[in-house]
């Protein structure tokens, strides 16, 4: 276990619900409907541009590509506001433990996020400096499921994937790490999460004896 490929929102801070939230004020602010706690699921992991297309065809609505442009991005303009009091106390219980003992291990950590707020984030969790690498979501072809990004973070520390673990709470995001060929860790249910090779309940179940049994047993 040479690499720790990171998820972000809802695995390092509890952001996830944000960026539901932020949506939800959208799709009210905009035609005035609801949307369903179900749709949460298909858009974590999923990138701005595809979750505003999930959500438009949950609602049957189609708009022109300027409408479309100009609601993405005040979803984000949302979701920057609601993350504008996020400090260092926000990051999830067990994750300081975990990546302190990973760094302990000599395990490089790289963040994998499908969020173009990453940056942005970690700086304000104050975790920039411990991360080694942040793989850039617009650089990479294709989004969760797919496994680009979990390359391109895995890459970016100069490890081989099959040498990293990844840390993922998204049905798409566990897909994503299988199909790059490192050992997928889930934060989550059963229900959603089964593909996960191990998994755990909440962040704070994250152990880091735990993950490397299970890695050394995979
Ligand atoms: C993922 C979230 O981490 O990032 C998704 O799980 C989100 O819900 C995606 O759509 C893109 O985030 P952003 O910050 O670039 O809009
Ligand atoms: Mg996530």
Known sequence: MK?????????????????????????????DRELPDELEE??????????????????GITVPQEQFDAMAAEKNEAYRRLLA???????LPGIPELITQMKE????????????????ILEKLGLS???????????????????DIFLEAASEIGVDSDDCVGLEDSVAGITAINAAGAFSVGVGSPNELGHAKLLVPNTAALHFDEIEQAWERR
């Open 3 to 31: 690499g720790a490929l990171f998820d972000l929102d809802g695995v390092i801070a509890d952001t996830a619900v944000y960026h539901f939230q932020a949506w939800r004020k959208l799709v009210k602010d905009h035609f």
């Open 42 to 59: 298909k858009t974590k992991g999923v990138s701005r541009v595809d979750s505003l297309k999930v959500i438009l065809n949950y609602l």
């Open 85 to 91: 009091g996020l400090t260092s106390a926000d990051i």
């Open 105 to 120: 291990h000599g395990v490089k950590l790289s963040l994998a996020s499908a969020s173009m707020n990453g940056p942005f």
């Open 129 to 147: 400096d411990t991360f080694d690498a942040i793989a850039d979501p617009s650089k990479v072809a294709a989004g969760k499921p797919a496994p």
